[in-house]
């Protein structure tokens, strides 16, 4: 691991607005030397009466809809796209699909990126962060899987090894931050819980020892 993973969101209802509230094309007459007569005007207004009267379309990751549609994704949901730094696998999708309330709609995107849609009832900022915190966690084993990261972890714990109680912090970049006791004291505990409250900002895993 050499980056913190990050997940970026743009509104897709948003997007959507600004179609919807686009102007219609306009016929561009060119430049004249002279003014366009009555009847070139004329026929500019009624082409530009078809595009207005013609219905807009609206494209999503979920199909193509009438612009006036209530069962189009930004009528039904409130619909986001999310742009990651980490790949989208198969388990991702399918933790998004079945694990994550809320998601009414999911479409994968690509490999960085998905569609979704949340249910009415549900807050997105609600979902976004159980989706940031459990997307964004790193396992024991990705965190580990750098050999210059697993050296180092060993040979911090064989430092420890002679200590009681000792707990460390891997950073996604492979830092190393410990603390140490050979009692369960307050400042064993408060050094603890700096290192959780570091973990949540920087992301990583917390080794401990046998007795905690």
């Known amino acids: 691991m050499s980056t913190h993973k990050k997940i970026a969101w743009e509104s897709w209802n948003a997007m959507v607005q600004d179609i919807e509230h ?5 016929i561009d ?6 003014p366009p007569s009555f009847e070139q005007l004329e026929r500019s207004a009624e082409i530009n009466e078809i595009f207005i009267q013609h219905p807009k379309f609206v494209y999503t990751p979920l199909g193509i809809y009438p612009a006036e549609s209530t069962f189009k994704p930004s009528d039904r949901w409130d619909c986001w796209i999310a742009y990651t730094n980490f790949g989208i696998t ?5 933790i998004l699909d079945t694990k994550i309330e809320g998601i009414e709609a999911l ?11 949340i249910g009415k009832l549900f807050e997105i900022s609600d979902v976004r962060q159980k989706i940031e915190t459990t997307l964004c966690a790193y396992t024991e084993k990705e965190i580990l899987s750098n050999e210059e990261t697993q050296t180092t972890v060993d040979l911090v714990k064989e430092q420890l090894s002679t200590k009681k109680y000792w707990s460390m912090l891997v950073s996604p970049e ?3 931050e410990y603390v ?3 009692d369960m004291d307050k400042m064993y505990l408060d050094g603890l819980n700096n290192l959780l409250e570091l973990k949540q900002n920087i992301g990583g895993i917390i080794l401990r020892g046998q007795n905690g």
Do not use: R
């Open 174 to 176: 492979g830092k190393v």
């Open 180 to 182: 140490v006791s050979d």
């Open 107 to 117: 479409k994968i995107l690509g490999k960085y990126s998905f569609f979704m849609g």
């Open 90 to 94: 198969t388990n991702i999708a399918d």
């Open 22 to 26: 686009s102007p219609p094309p306009m």
């Open 29 to 34: 007459m060119g430049e004249e030397e002279t």
